[in-house]
């Protein structure tokens, strides 16, 4: 069955230090991947996306997440995290052309002011 | 900008009762989505309708049921509220799959089944 494995279900960092997220997903094919965000308090919203074309893709707030194909991985990165990146995380998988959409179970980010 | 509202922020029912979840959408998308978000679980998708009057189960429909008698309009219904039902309930309005197929997340009602 298709997943996304996230696996890192809480982080907890300081201001300024480097954020990694990871994101795995087990699909054979084609896939578009995204990653949303829900602030304390807000709906979830999408933060970026990754449709074709450059596998590093850059998103809102200093995001950015690489696809690496043969990893079957979409990392979320962020170079310096303020405190108000404080959220929970999902990573998400589709297959082009379906209404399949795959989250994952989300990592909770807390940053230390 | 989409807008995704949902007819209620928090919800408390009591078990056995019937519970209507509303989500509306102005952007006339054909796509809607109803999740339920747990802790540890992520978002599971119940049900989702591709156009009006149109519905598919999703990952876990069982206890629910959908009404999508207008676009605008995507209807979640608990027949019997169990107290296992208890849980965010999230509605999306979502472009289609050919394009970005981004979803527009409603602020979520907040069940609680006594």
């Known amino acids: 069955a298709q997943s996304v494995s996230q696996h890192n279900h809480h982080v907890i960092l300081s201001e300024a230090a480097s954020l990694e997220l990871g994101c795995n997903y087990s699909y054979g094919g084609t896939v578009n991947l995204f990653w949303y965000v829900q602030y304390p308090g807000q709906h979830l919203q999408l933060l970026l996306k990754y449709f074709s074309g450059d596998p590093l893709v850059k998103g809102i707030k200093g995001f950015e997440a690489e696809f690496i194909k043969s990893k079957f991985s979409f990392n979320l990165r962020k170079p310096s995290v303020q405190w108000s990146d404080t959220a929970e995380y999902f990573c998400?998988?589709?297959?082009?052309?379906?209404?399949?959409?795959?989250f994952g179970t989300g990592t909770r980010l807390k940053v230390l002011a | 900008d989409v807008k995704v509202t949902q007819s209620s922020r928090y919800l408390v029912k009591r078990t056995g009762e019937k519970v209507f979840l509303e989500c509306v959408q102005d952007m006339d998308h054909e796509n809607m989505f109803w999740y339920r978000q747990d802790p540890g679980l992520g978002l599971r998708l119940i049900y989702f309708s591709y156009d009006v009057k149109m519905k598919e189960k999703g990952d876990i429909p069982e206890g629910y049921s959908v009404s999508r008698e207008k676009k605008e309009r995507f209807s979640l219904i608990l027949e019997s509220a169990s107290t296992n039902q208890t849980s965010m309930y999230l509605c999306?309005?979502?472009?289609?799959?050919?394009?970005?197929?981004?979803?527009?997340f409603g602020p979520g009602t907040r069940l609680t089944v006594t």
């Open positions: 998400a998988v589709s297959p082009p052309g379906t209404y399949k959409y795959i």
């Open positions: 999306a309005s979502v472009t289609p799959p050919g394009t970005a197929f981004e979803q527009y």
